[in-house]
């Protein structure tokens, strides 16, 4: 009977959700972001430079005040 094999299929289907949803939310939680896909080594450079810009930017834009 094909129907006995639905239970145990959703059980595994909804802990794989929980699985995925749940690192999701604690990386969020952790880094205040959602998760980037295929991030490497050239994307997390690239957002150093970024925070390294806008802070010299900040800093420059008071200095002027």
């Known amino acids: 009977m094909w129907w006995e094999s639905v239970i145990p299929m959703g059980i595994i289907v909804g802990m ?16 205040g972001k959602p998760k980037h ?17 806008r802070a010299e930017a900040a800093a420059a834009s008071k200095q002027e005040s």
């Open 16 to 31: 794989i959700f929980v699985m995925g949803e749940s690192q999701a939310f604690f990386h969020k939680l952790a880094h």
């Open 37 to 53: 896909p295929c991030n490497d080594a050239w994307d997390r450079a690239m957002e150093e430079r970024d925070y390294r810009v």
